[in-house]
Nanobody, 121 residues
Framework: QVQLVESGGGSVQAGGSLRLSCAASGYIVRMAWFRQAPGKPREGVAALYFGLGEIYYADAVKGRFTISRDDDKNTVYLQMMSLKPEDTAMYYC?????????????????WGRGTQVTVSS
């Protein structure tokens, strides 16, 4: 069983930055960040496929968010810049020991508990 522990959420003003972290306790080959705003479905934000070196971003965050990995710490980061009020959501990291659909929720076996990001205008 892999455990994912997120950190780094908080409240910022529009235009500000935050960095989220997700530390994994076991073997995984890919990790992604999803977010869910109240009343909306959970959506993919960024995904990183370790062995393939592939990175994907949702259109809404391209050019503002960066996903990266620290191999030694088995931790993935989401650097969020130029934050907008519409980025306000609970952010979840997800991971799986097998490759699968980048934004398909059922394709991720492990999920963190989430960390809240609030962006005020």
């Amino acid at each position: 069983q892999v455990q994912l522990v997120e950190s780094g959420g908080g409240s910022v003003q529009a235009g500000g930055s935050l960095r989220l972290s997700c530390a994994a306790s076991g073997y995984i080959v890919r990790m992604a960040w999803f977010r869910q705003a109240p009343g909306k479905p959970r959506e993919g934000v960024a995904a990183l496929y370790f062995g393939l070196g592939e990175i994907y971003y949702a259109d809404a965050v391209k050019g503002r968010f960066t996903i990266s990995r620290d191999d030694d710490k088995n931790t993935v980061y989401l650097q969020m810049m130029s934050l907008k009020p519409e980025d306000t959501a609970m952010y979840y990291c997800a991971a799986d020991p097998m490759y699968g659909g980048r934004w398909a929720l059922p394709d991720y076996r492990y999920w963190g508990r989430g960390t809240q990001v609030t962006v005020s205008s």
